[in-house]
């Protein structure tokens, strides 16, 4: 069954940007044969990750993810079914976010830079696909 999976984690001090390169290497060389897709947001200090595949495939991704110690408090905010593939053509993506000082450079209203502002500092994620293929797509 075709499903999505999405978490959030604190990045450690310790994971460079060497590392983050390692991370979407790796993904871009092991998720094409298991016909995983995604896209990987990241912080100084945070990462959102979205997983589309599988459900079996995802779940056991996931449980590989939790065991790297690039980053800690990894929580699941939700895995669902899905129809179709929000970014069928990614191995995986990747964004960069300064949330110091950023500009959307595509059109989000007050409520979506709001929304997505509360997702980076994890305090609301219930949107967070909507507002993640917005910035993306």
């Keep these: 069954m075709l499903s999505q999976l999405i978490y959030v984690s604190v990045r450690t ?14 993904s871009n060389r092991n998720n094409g044969t298991k016909d995983i897709t995604g896209v990987l947001l990241y912080s100084k200090n945070k990462f959102l990750q979205v997983l589309e595949g599988d459900h079996d495939l995802i779940l056991s991704l ?9 980053h800690t408090n990894v929580v699941m905010i939700s895995i669902k079914p899905i129809e179709s593939r929000y970014f069928p053509s990614w191995q995986m993506g990747s964004k960069k976010i300064n949330t110091d000082s950023f500009d959307f450079l595509t059109h989000m209203d007050a409520d979506s830079k709001k929304d997505f502002l509360d997702l980076l500092a994890g305090k609301d994620t219930n949107n967070a696909i909507r507002i993640i293929h917005k910035l993306f797509v």
């Design 13 to 26: 001090a310790t994971c460079t940007e060497h590392e983050i390169e390692k991370i979407l290497d790796s």
């Design 62 to 70: 996931y449980d590989h993810i939790k065991m790297d110690k690039r």
